[in-house]
């Protein structure tokens, strides 16, 4: 399923340029937070693998927004 642009009057650019959020750069980057990230970014190849494993051809080649990459694209990336 493609989203047309009539659907795009519907939803926010932004939501669709950022679906979950710009980032929010701490005001105080610490060791703790640090460490946060060095492990999600670690945990991260395999949370998508698992993610992705299971979808189909079709959902693989889902566009997020018009004019915008599949998720097979965005995972490729």
């Not at 047309?4 to 610490?30: C, D, R, V």
């Not at 970014?41 to 993610?51: D, G, N, W």
Request: glycine share 2%; charged share 25%.
């Amino acid at each position: 399923m493609h989203l047309s642009f009539a659907n795009l009057n519907m939803m926010n650019l932004e939501q669709l340029k950022y679906p979950i959020g710009k980032f929010e750069k701490p005001e105080k980057i610490t060791k703790d937070i640090l460490s946060t990230w060095v492990s999600q970014i670690s945990a991260f190849p395999k949370r998508l693998t698992e993610e992705v494993q299971t979808l189909t051809d079709e959902q693989l080649d889902t566009k997020y927004r018009p004019d915008g990459w599949s998720l097979r694209q965005v995972v490729h990336h």
